[in-house]
């Protein structure tokens, strides 16, 4: 099986205090940001991992995982440690961070796809910085390919995927032809998310993503990373979305003390009108 | 995350800091790349140190308070390690952090030593009992590695690098602690060349757990009939297990774990007693098949070990630092002073308070300071490797600093971790105290560090009775010279140059302590010697650990000057600012002491030993 995973890398979200906005609220200030994989695209090549391997035997490859992104050059340190957890080759699309949208990262990967013949593209259900939850979802159309989002659990058959997703009230079962798209949840790094058909159903895998292995990290500089320009996958760079201003959600005002519960009721009735 | 008794992780650490000291200060970019390091560059160490931080906190902190509660557990004749702990040595072993540097010829990954001690203070750091399993194994695997015959590497260096098996060093006896030499273990050599070991070691890390198939012991012992003292002692491969030819597990080795201690800290690691031979069924082969030559194979592993528990030490203490400085940016209590007359003044962050921070910057410039100092030895250590052979006398000189720089690490490290620790709790007050807080089981796991790999006067002794005199005296001239000439270099430079007359008279003040006690030993004045050893070393680690703090500062003062002036370097502005205030305040709060001790010394007070012994008091 060959799957393709598409990374982005986002502001790391433990530190999104220190993300900017200039007075101008133009565009969000991206300088002196730390960066990180986006979560959900880590549990996505997490899933392709153990779709690519018999899980009692995770040193032998059985499948190829090529990871993508799009951004500047240093994009490729994100790159570099998805190779050194275990994916096998890497292109970065060049690009800048803020002349992006959805509908154009998915208009390329198509392009991409078509070039790579992936079996599965699997991707995060969104990415924690803008939350738009689209790429996946438009590049499925662009391909009319099968998809399935917000996987939790996926299991391999024969020339499909049988994909568990957690909606209200119980769990949805998919079963999706190869080729097909699948964006994944939280829930996929489980110990007993994901099954490959080497995989034997008793096998339990470490809760969450796997670590980057010492020797994997020195094997990663050798492992294949390409450039690729964006307009050769996407001519017309046009994007769809625009944005019109960038503003910090209001601060907080402070509470008020009541006196009393009578004084809180009447408050809560009159004033929040919540009762 | 899926162990129900995990806690939660506390350790921190500032990776930004150790990449400083790594490429920035210390330049290992330059020796990445060429031999013997051809297989690395920036990039992989980094990325080593990123992972192994991951990896210490989601794996072993966590681990860390769970295990010094439990404890472990002697059951059957067997020592059962806390919850948790087998499975954080698999997947330590998958994960392959222990072999960063080891050989590529013993399945390693060839690293510098620089590298491997920031890996060791990660791992150490998040949770210093676990480690010290993996530690041990490893110091074991390095002697048989340096001393073992060709079958004694191939029968033990994979599984022991690899983990399958564990290690110990068995040294110390009921009557030979810092005394070695009066080791009583015996052994007495078999028809087939191998040896039958009898005796009983105490304290012994490691000494039993449950984490691998076989543990193999490294014994210090006397072959009947040869000479009393250290130049006697042989060192033998005992297994738990008896090992074949092969490798092959064969069956019990007659070595049972007597008891294990109730310790004050550090109590995930099994401190055993081990009868060696109560049934006369415990067989051991000499190490490198030469007998008597068991001290000079230890002290060369001693070196790595006692470089270790310096790295111990300071591991801990940036922890305890770390946690101090996040409470204290959180804990709001009193008003600022300029408000102390006010009650209705704001309550701020104790962050603020004066006091406090006087004590969050000494811990951070100590802590700093003598993490430089052992990266400064590591990469020592590393370019004896990268001249070896082609430029003898380079090596000759990094040797030396080695030799030099070993004592001060093990004993300064261990002394000021401890009182870093003990600080941080101070910074926190009552809650600092409590179990809630990591701080209190750091200050505990802390106090062994002066205790164990040789007490932290037998690190003075060796300092000033061994080492200064080697090479004629040459290693010394050497570090004063390259302390000077340091001094001589930045002189005028306009943020730094003030605080480098203080390291001049410091650096002055221990050149002439040193020449004091030269003149006590020709002058057979010898027990002033011991009397003075400890604040002498004192004194030159302070001189080692301003001198590194002060080019830190001058290198980070330049690359904050070349910073662009807008929002988006403030994170390294504020980096650079820290490295130039924790070097004033080590130069201009410690450093002074370095001279007040040699006047100190410089008066010979022999009250210690003129007191007589029913003096001290009517017990
Ligand atoms: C938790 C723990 C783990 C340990 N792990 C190991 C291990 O894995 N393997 C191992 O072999 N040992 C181990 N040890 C033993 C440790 O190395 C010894 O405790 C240490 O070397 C000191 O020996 P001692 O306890 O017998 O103290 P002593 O030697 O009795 O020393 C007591 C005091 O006297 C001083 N003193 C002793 N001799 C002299 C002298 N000649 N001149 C001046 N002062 C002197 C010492 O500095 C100390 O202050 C461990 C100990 C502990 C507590």
Known sequence: ??????????????????????????????????????????????????????????????????????????????????????????????????????????????????????????????????????????????????MATFAATIREEAGALLVGREVDGGVSTLRVKLPAVVTVDLRIVAPTSVYSTKTPSTHKYNDGVRFAALPAIMAAKKKPLVEVKLADLAPDQALKVSYHGFAAPPARKAGIKVKDVSELVSKLKNEAKVL | MSNPQASQNRYRADLREMKFLLFEQFRLGDVLGRAPFEAWGVDEASMVLDETYKFACEVLGPLNSTGDKSGCRLEGGRVLTPEGFKDAWTKLYEAGWKNVSVNPDWGGQGA????????????????????????????????????????????????????????????????????????????????????????TKIFISGGDHDMADNIVHLVLARVEGAPPGTKGLSLFIVPRLRVKDDGTIEGSNDVAVGSIEHKMGINGSAT??????????????????????????????????????????VAVASSAFLNALEYARDRKQGPSIDHWKDPTAPRVAI???????????????????????????????????????????????????????????????????????????????????????PVEQYCRDAKIFSIYEGTNHIQAMDLVGRKLAQRGGQN????????????????????????????????????????????????????????????????????????????????????????????????????????????????????????????????????????????????
Request: glycine share 10%; aromatic share 6%.
């Open chain 2, 272 to 313: 055993c007693v081990l009868n060696f031979g109560e049934n006369d069924g415990c067989i051991g082969e000499l190490v490198g098949e030469v007998e008597n030559h068991g001290m000079a194979q230890m002290f060369k592993m001693m070196n790595g070990a006692r470089i270790a528990v310096g790295v111990q030490g």
């Open chain 1, 1 to 146: 099986m060959k799957i393709l995973v598409a990374l982005k890398r986002v502001a790391d979200p433990d530190n999104a205090n220190k993300v900017k906005i200039p007075a101008s609220g133009e565009k969000i200030d991206t300088t002196g940001l730390e960066w990180k994989p986006n979560p959900f695209d880590e549990y996505a090549l997490e899933a392709a991992l153990r779709l690519t391997e018999n899980g009692t035997q995770p040193k032998v490859r059985a499948g190829e995982v090529v990871v993508v992104t799009f951004g500047p050059k240093e994009t490729e340190t994100t790159l570099r440690a998805a190779l050194a957890t275990g994916a096998d080759r890497a292109i970065r699309v060049d690009a800048s961070d803020d002349k992006l949208d959805g509908d154009l990262v998915a208009r390329a990967l198509k392009a991409l796809v078509e070039k790579e013949k992936p079996d599965v593209v699997l991707m995060g259900k969104q990415a924690v910085d803008g939350d738009s939850n689209q790429v996946g979802q438009i590049l499925a159309e662009l391909l009319d390919w099968p």
């Open chain 2, 351 to 437: 962050v603020e308070h004066a006091d406090v921070r006087r004590m969050l910057l000494e811990m951070k410039a100590k802590v700093e300071g003598i993490r430089a100092l052992i990266v400064k030895l590591a990469l020592h250590q590393d370019m004896v490797h990268v001249h070896q052979g082609s430029d003898d006398q380079k090596a000759q000189y990094h040797q030396g600093q080695v030799d030099l720089l070993v004592p001060l690490v093990k004993a300064y490290g261990s002394d000021q971790a401890f009182r870093v620790c003990e600080m941080a709790i101070q910074t926190y007050g009552g809650a600092g105290y409590i179990k809630d807080y």
């Open chain 2, 112 to 199: 510098p030593h620089a590298l491997f001690a920031l890996v060791e203070e990660l791992l150490s750091g998040a949770n210093t009992a676990f480690n010290m399993y993996p530690g041990l194994a490893h110091g074991a695997a390095e002697v048989i590695q340096l001393f073992g015959t060709d079958r004694q590497k191939s029968a033990f260096l994979p599984r022991l690098y690899g983990g399958q098996w564990g290690g110990t060093m068995c040294l110390t006896e009921p009557h030979a602690g810092s005394d070695v030499g009066s080791s009583r273990t015996t052994a007495k050599k078999l028809p087939d060349g191998r040896y039958q070991i009898r005796g």
């Open chain 2, 476 to 619: 010394l001239q050497e570090f004063l010279g390259d302390v000077a000439a340091f001094v001589q270099k930045n002189q005028g430079h306009p943020t730094v140059g003030p605080y480098l007359a203080e390291l001049g008279a410091a650096q002055e003040a221990l050149a002439g302590t040193a020449m004091r006690m030269l003149t006590w030993f020709q002058t057979g004045r010898m027990a002033m010697v011991p009397l003075a050893a400890n604040r002498f070393l004192e004194m030159m680690s302070a001189v080692a650990v301003g001198w590194l703090l002060l080019e830190g500062a001058v290198l980070a003062s330049e690359k904050a000057a070349s910073l662009p002036n807008d929002e988006s370097s403030a994170r390294d502005r504020a980096f650079y600012e820290g490295k130039r205030h924790a070097a004033a305040y080590y130069a201009r709060h410690v450093l002074p002491e370095v001279r007040s001790h040699a006047e100190i010394l410089g008066r010979e007070d022999r009250s210690p030993l003129d007191i007589p012994t029913d003096a001290f008091a009517s017990l």
